[in-house]
């Protein structure tokens, strides 16, 4: 039986150091260092669809291998995007880009509906296509919004700064 702690704040458990490693974390170190063959990788990925703990698992040990990439000295090109970050003119500039898209796109979407609405030359149809556009384009929004949520416990990347 492995032995567990809780993390600081006695948030999730994490597994003691001192404990030797389950059957079924071996594995999960093995397929996240595509270590597996064919068969045993698609006995692994068949229990990974049944099995979020498993998937949790694999999501640890990559992100282990996505902090040890993290330890390594900087890239010079880091140092020189961090400079610009810091530049005012780059700042403000940037600033002022995102305003002026901000407001056109919120003037034109505004413009727009204020049309729709009160243009009586638009007949039902067309009502009803740019209706259903809307409805649509919200719903593809809402379903990749929940798809990033229910997926971010398994991004090894989610604690990496570039």
Known sequence: MVGVMHGPG???PQPRRDAE?????????AYADGELGAAERATFQARLAREPELGREV???????VL????APREPLD??????ALDPLQRGTVGLGWLAFAVGALGLAGLAFWRFVSDDSIDAVERGLVASLVVGAGALLAA?????????????????ER
């Open 10 to 12: 006695g948030g999730d």
């Open 21 to 29: 490693p389950t059957a079924d974390q071996l594995l999960a170190m």
């Open 59 to 65: 999501a640890r040990h990559r992100s282990l291998e």
């Open 68 to 71: 040890a990439r993290r330890l």
């Open 79 to 84: 140092h020189e995007w961090q400079r610009l």
């Open 144 to 160: 990749a919004v929940r798809a990033r949520l229910r997926t971010l416990p398994f991004d090894p990347y989610r604690n990496v």
